[in-house]
């Protein structure tokens, strides 16, 4: 069983064209996308997610995710 959400930290993420969200491993804490403007290509342990806009999404703490594709237009979330 996962602990409940706690807010640590907000804020609003732009990426251009040919970006990419980081790669990261094993955050302790869960991070929730809110798609604003354009198309996030991300994975979650092998497994791939196109995010548009209005979708909302949740990544698990300790999991690995990353982009699986570049940004191939600009593309903002909270």
Sequence with gaps: MFPL???I???YA???QGERHP???NL???V???IVKG???IA????NYTLHPGDVFLLLPQHHHYSWKKIDQRTEYY
Excluded: A, M, N, W
């Design 9 to 11: 930290q907000g804020g």
């Design 28 to 30: 302790q804490y869960f």
């Design 14 to 16: 732009i990426f251009d």
């Design 39 to 41: 198309v996030l290509y």
């Design 23 to 25: 790669d990261r491993d």
């Design 44 to 47: 979650e342990d092998g497994t």
């Design 5 to 7: 959400p706690t807010f």
């Design 32 to 34: 929730l996308f809110t």
